[in-house]
């Protein structure tokens, strides 16, 4: 049964970041215990209305992993696609949630690779640890932490991917820097995440009012736009950088993660939100 589009972890008190992370923690620990998939208390949300791992990632990838693991899913793209990883990579998996991308890394890099998945949430670290047992993998393992604080040396990691997840963090700056620190020289990074295609100054509310209607939660309210994402990147001191929009979110979809709220706002600011929250692909390389 899907929750409250308006419960407590979708009016999140922006602006104290412990709030943010305790709602969010909240929030995933309560969908993985419903087994609800995707990201939203809504039917669609930062995913997708349709299948989504099916979609995202090929059904003979999923016909490698046992079943179970392949139910709780709750991104926004396919960061494994875009990584492209090769055999004997270190691999970093920000907010792993039940652990099907590091899953599926793990046969990617095989044996003679590693795979760590860091998450906030205790649920999802319980969930993404059994998926493995299942999965009979041995080259992972799953940690306990913020991604703003990654608990991992420097240079210790050759690619970072991530699904749907730095939108959720309240100091995205932070992250990216520390996912810098812990990069080898010419590691890479490849990104889902909800992204703005918009200056928000031209909207036509402003956009404490704008993220005020969105839900945090469901991964919109926290989105970046694309220039401050570039930015943000650029000054963690990551080079070749590129973003890509790969699905526009409608405002029906909008609505379906938080009527109540996104009803807050006047209509001609919400039309004026069709299709300018994204599903992004960022790939970013740390020099060599
Ligand atoms: C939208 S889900 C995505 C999960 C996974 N990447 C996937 O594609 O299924 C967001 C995940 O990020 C985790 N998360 C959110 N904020 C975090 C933070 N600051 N540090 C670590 N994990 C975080 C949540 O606990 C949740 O498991």
Redesign the pocket.
């Known amino acids: 049964m899907s929750q409250p589009s308006t419960d407590a972890t979708t009016r999140v008190p922006r602006g104290d970041p412990e709030a943010i992370?305790a709602a969010?923690?909240a929030h995933?620990g309560a969908r993985v215990q419903s087994r609800a998939s995707c990201?939203g208390a809504g039917e669609s949300g930062?995913c997708a209305s349709e299948p989504t791992e099916l979609t995202l990632y090929g059904a003979e990838a999923l016909a490698q992993l046992p079943p179970d693991v392949v139910t709780t899913?709750?991104?926004c793209g396919n960061s494994l696609a875009l990584a492209a990883l090769r055999s004997g990579e270190v691999v970093l998996?920000?907010?792993?949630?039940?652990g099907?991308?590091v899953l599926l890394a793990a046969r990617q890099v095989g044996l003679s690779g590693y795979v760590y998945g860091?998450?906030?949430?205790d649920a999802?670290l319980e969930l993404a640890r059994r998926n493995a047992a299942k999965a009979g993998a041995t080259n992972v393992a799953f940690l306990k932490?913020?991604?703003?604080s990654i608990p991992l040396p420097d240079r210790s990691v050759d690619v970072i991917i991530?699904?749907?997840?730095i939108n959720?963090?309240p100091d995205k700056g932070q992250v990216l820097a520390d996912a810098f620190r812990v990069l080898k020289p010419g590691g890479r990074l490849a990104v889902s995440d909800i992204v703005f295609d918009a200056d928000l100054a031209e909207l036509p509310v402003g956009e404490n009012e704008l993220r005020g209607a969105l839900s945090w939660a469901a991964?919109f309210a926290g989105a970046l736009t694309m220039q401050d994402y570039r930015r943000l990147l650029l000054t963690a001191g990551f080079e070749r950088v590129g973003l890509a929009v790969t699905r526009r979110y409608t405002i029906a979809e909008l609505r379906a993660e938080g009527a109540e709220l996104l009803s807050s706002l006047p209509d001609r600011a919400i039309r004026a939100l069709e299709g300018k929250l994204t599903s992004c692909a960022i790939t970013a390389w740390k020099p060599a």
Do not use: F, W
Request: proline share 0%; net charge negative.
């Open positions: 992370k969010v923690q995933y990201c930062c899913s709750y991104g998996d920000l907010g792993s949630g039940g099907l991308e860091l998450d906030l949430t999802m932490g913020d991604i703003e991530s699904n749907c997840v959720l963090a991964c």
